[in-house]
Every structure is written in C-alpha cells, then in structure tokens.
C-alpha cells in the first residue's frame, strides 16, 4: 500500500475533462492553452495534450516547462519580464503577451520577431474573492485605457482577457462578453487573435458547452480572431485528491482526527481563502479533520462518517488539482505528499516522491 | 552583483540577537531552544550554536535537520508522529514531547527509554490571530486538564507549554505565567523540567530582559524545574531581508512598482495574515510595491522614497527571517530566491540558488 501523504492523479478523470475540452475546441473553434500556474504536473501531459493546444504561463520558467514538456503553441505571459528572461523567453514562445504598454515599450526591439500581445483589463471580473480579482483598485493587471491600446494596435496582434474566476454561470460569461465587445470592439476588430483567458468552468455538471461554443464562435466572427481560452481548474477539476492517515484522535468539544498533511503546506488555498475542503459527508460520526502542523488553525474541515475513525483509517480529501500541488511547501517539514497516477487500468503509479534530502536542501 | 531575488541573513545582526539571548540565558538559567519551524537555513547555524542549547521541531523532518545541522539537546515534538516516524524520531532525540496522552500511550514502548514531556495547553494564548491561537475553540494541541495530566506524572519528566505569539509585553507574559503557577502548579511540581514554549519577543528593542530573566529564575526555583524557552522569531528577528528589482512602473489612481518577487511564492504570511510588508518609508514619493505573480492581491505594501523609482532600482523588504524562508515555494514559477549571507566584513556569500530545474522536478 502506498504511504501517504500522496496528490492522487486519475487518468481517467483526466480524460473525462479532455473529452469535453475537444467538444468545446471542435464545436467553437477555439484554442485551449492549459495554464500551468493551476497545474503544471507534467507526467500527466501525455493525457492532456492531443486534446489542448498548448499551455499558457505566469513566468519564463512556467513557460519553459509549458515549452518543453507540453509543446504545441506556447503563450508567454508575465506580469513583468526581467531584462535577463526576454531573449530565452523569446526562445521558447509562439507569441509573447505583456502585461503592460511600459513593458511591450521596454522589450519592443527584443521581440519584434514574434506575435506579440498586450493584457486587456476590461475594468470587471466575476471573481468574489479581492485577493484574486484582476479589476480590483489600483490593479496593476494590464492596460484599460482602449485610445492608449490603440495606439499599440500595429505592433500587437492580440490580446488577453482574463476577467473569469471559476465562473458557471454562462449567462454571467455571456452578458459580461458582450460589455467587453461595447466597449473594446472597435479595438479587437484590428486584431488576428483575442484570449479570454481561465476562470469559466465549462466542463463543470451541466455546464452548457453548446452554448458556450456557439458563443465564442460568435465572437470570433464579428471580430474575425482567433479565439483561445486558457483553462486552468477547468481542465482539470475533479482529477485529484491528496491521499492522508489518520494519526491521532482527540476530542476537545468536539471529535478531532488528526491526519498526516497541512493545510498551509498542502493545500495552502485552504488557508488563504479560509474556505473547507471537499470531502464527502456519510454518516452520523462528525470529525473536524486536522493538519499535523503547528498551526492552530491547520483545519481541512469538517466531515461525517459511517463508522467512528480509527488510527491508521485513510481519508481521500477532493479537488487537490488546481493551485493546490503548484504552491506545496515545506512548512514544518511536514513530508510533501508524494504524486501518484491512477492509469486508466485503475493500477498506482508512484512518479514522485520527496524526501529529507530535499527537505535540507532547501534550506542552504 | 548578485541577481535579485534573495533572501538576505545578516550575520552580524545575528549576533547582536545572540548576545542577548546568552545574557538571558545566563541571568535565568533557562535553556533555549531553536524553533526551526520557524527558520531553518542551516548555514548560519555556526553563528548561533554557541549560544543557543539546541532546538526543537516540529516533525521528523525538522528534528533530524536539528540533530544533524545544529546539534546539541535536540527534542522531538510533532502534533502527531506516525507508526512509520517513531523509531527515527526517537534515534534523534534527547527528548520527545507527544501532543496528546493518546500518542504517548500508543508509543510508550517504543519510547521508554529517553525523556519524555507532554503538551500542556493552560486554555489561554496571547496570540490575536485566531488562525495562530493555540487555545482557540476545538484546539487540537496539547493536554489542558490538570486531572488527566496528573495520570501521566510517572511516566513524563516534563511539559512544553507554548501559548506565547509575538508578545513583547512582560508583564502580560508575567501575568499569565502566574495563572499557570496557579492552575498548574502541583502539576509542575512534579517534574524536572519545563518548556514555556516560544512567542516571547525578548530580544526586541527595549524588552525588559533582566525582569524576564528573574521571573524565569523565580519559576524555576518555585517548581524545581529546568525552563526552557523555544525561540523562533527573537532568535532571528530582524536578521533577514528579501532583496528584489523594480521590473515595471505603472500608475493606477496609485504609483504601482512590480518587483521581482511575490507575496504568495517568497512572503507567504503577508498573504495568510494580510499584512504589510515591513518597508521603511522616507521621502515624498508613494508607491504600491507589487509582486510579479497571477495573484491580483500580490501586492507587499506601500512605501515612500526620496526620489522616484527607476527600473532596475533594488528594493529591500524587511523582516524575512521568520516563518518566510521555511514556507517558500514554486507558486507561478517564479525564481525562488537565493539564499545569501551578508558575514562579518560585510561580504556577500551566495550560499544557495534554485533554478529551473528544481522547479521542473518539484512537478514531477
């Protein structure tokens, strides 16, 4: 039996997600390019890339992973690119995306060999949370100003958009689309290709794919562009878990069960967004499941079983895919969970383990 | 020039720490322990051995890094040691402290023949984050009835008692070890030694260290007890800095500089706290000092200069010792900061670079 603690990848899930991903690229004509800084656990690509486009990236070594591990079409956005990053940077993208006009201006002789875009901040977004809202004040996310991004239009042949957050509602998409296309379109007609970046989770329960797909395929005919998305949890939600034992078992008011993860070093998301974790309820013995951390808060949630937990039980807890292996740390030097492959023959693959070695190592 | 980004640990201002912390330890007799949850670069060990007793962890992980790299009394405590842990923690340790009766019931056998302790947790905390609280509502840490603790007097030889955070006020601290006196008193009276944890800010600006040091030699007289304190912050504190870049300037209502560096990835707990970074401000012109990753909500604080900023000015972020080089990570791929050491005679001593491959491998 594998020791945990273990991110769990299931290939099969996986393929479940690229199965709707090609319905929507098929149906809409759209590009998907998956955004490793969701997911960027790369044994898995061979799953993932007959049915992508390529990858998209927050940073030159995002976008060297995305280069040499995904291949395809290569996005290179950052939010700022250091006068040492551009040329490599160059080297491995299709069309490099600037987050801002000072930056295309900084980089312009650099990278006039390839496509080059600039981020549009239509000035809204759905998403609920400040901390991740790209409209929020004083966002330093990409140029709003449309007469200024006019003035790019002839060095510039796109634009991205990335204003969703794990948005489901498709009329939600579909009303803030059109005041993009208001207000913007007399712009995005002088353009070959226009992302709308991550954050609309199509392939989410009874998400409405044709519609989606006839209204993207929309877009791209009254503006003639190529249109990409850049999916992160939505392509691959659902796919993993983190794999924990039950260490120990307390009561202080209520039932404690301790397990052999962190939040803040595993799923650290948890924690910023102070939200519970995913795990399903059966039963009528209530646990608050706890992190081995120091941290008084290291809490996944709570969660009822059939039975009453005993010490060495293992618990699977949901949706550890997106930004959830991307930010694992050391903290504490609670041992990193391994990563682990269901194939699509339902047997484990162990690809990686991490040990004491790299525990000291990243200290010095 | 050594390229940004990097940690910073100034070894001079290390030993303006350890001088105080050798002056405490010789006015009180109490023992101090390094917390390396709270920082563990390993490379600067030689500038505190001398001066500290050992350390103390908070996993497996972190107890062999204190056995091995530092030395000296190294004891073991671990909200939860697994079945698979025990035997090594105990070949590293010269004492094991269990969270709970229930683990130290489970590995009585296993553990018989070194010292002992259990957690006691006294039901109050001087922490205002409920996050970082260990008394907070369902605390899963430590042993908190006198009752029960009095069954286990046999076979443990002492407690660690931390329930301090950041407190610089002596006499709160004082007071509180009073209620401790009384609460649990004829507990402690029976054992030979006692942690009163971390928390205590003692080698700030100003702190009463010579009161701290009686009241820490009166409690150990009153009991017959050896103390120890487990310093993580007032060991460190004030030692470190993240250097970074201006990459970019923008203006949105604010003046906004993106560094070369992020919150989430090199300063994690200004993001779960929602902090600011601590910058020393001087001068007319205010700008929002931003980091480079997806994260709209990257954003270290605000801070004032003299003249304005330039791309390419280095930046200096304070206050990056503790619980900041322990808990970075590969969030967006940015570079993870070297680790730097500024010696004596104020030379730079590159003493560890992560790169891409690091990054490539942490993925799989």
Same sequence: chains 1, 2.
Avoid at 247 to 273: G, T
Avoid at 305 to 313: H, M
């Amino acid at each position: 039996m594998m020791e945990t603690p273990y991110y769990l990848i299931d290939r099969s899930k996986l393929a479940a997600n690229m199965a709707k991903m090609d319905y929507l690229r098929e149906a809409s004509g759209a590009k998907c390019l998956l955004a490793l800084k969701c997911f960027a656990t790369w044994p898995v690509f061979d799953t993932m890339r007959d049915h992508m486009d390529g990858t998209t990236s927050s940073s030159l070594y995002e976008l060297k992973l995305g280069h040499e591990k995904f291949g395809k079409e290569t996005h290179a956005y950052s939010v700022a690119w250091a006068d040492h990053e551009i040329d490599e940077a160059v080297s491995y993208a299709d069309k490099i995306i600037f987050n801002s006009a000072s930056q295309l201006e900084r980089f312009d002789n650099k990278t006039a060999n390839i496509k080059r875009g600039l981020r549009l901040n239509p000035g809204f977004s759905t998403s609920g949370f400040d901390l991740a809202d790209p409209s929020r004040k004083f966002s330093r996310l990409g140029e709003w100003d449309v007469e200024k991004l006019h003035l790019y239009a002839d060095r510039i042949s796109g634009v991205m958009i990335h204003y969703n957050c794990e948005n489901d509602d498709f009329d939600k998409f579909s009303t803030q689309l059109e005041r993009i296309e208001d207000e913007f379109g007399s712009f995005l007609q002088k353009l070959e290709w226009v992302s709308l970046g991550g954050g609309i989770h199509f392939t989410g329960e009874n998400y409405p794919l044709d519609k989606l797909a006839a209204r993207l395929k929309a877009f791209a005919e009254k503006f003639g562009v190529q249109v990409y998305l850049e999916p992160g949890e939505a392509a691959i939600t659902g796919t993993a878990s983190l794999e924990v034992t039950v260490l120990d078992l307390l009561e202080n008011e209520k039932k404690l069960a301790i397990v052999d993860s962190s939040v803040e070093a595993h799923m650290l998301d948890l924690l910023i967004y102070r939200e519970s974790a995913r795990m399903e309820s059966e039963g009528e013995h209530a646990y608050m499941i706890c992190g081995k951390s120091c941290l008084a808060g290291d809490v996944f949630g709570e969660r009822s079983f059939k039975e009453p937990l005993k010490i060495g039980d293992r618990l699977s807890i949901g949706d550890a895919a997106g930004y959830t292996l991307v930010k694992k740390n050391w903290f504490n030097g609670v041992k990193m969970p391994s990563i682990v492959i269901k194939e699509l023959d339902g047997s484990l693959t162990l690809c990686r383990e991490f040990g004491y070695d790299e525990f000291e190592s990243s200290h010095g």
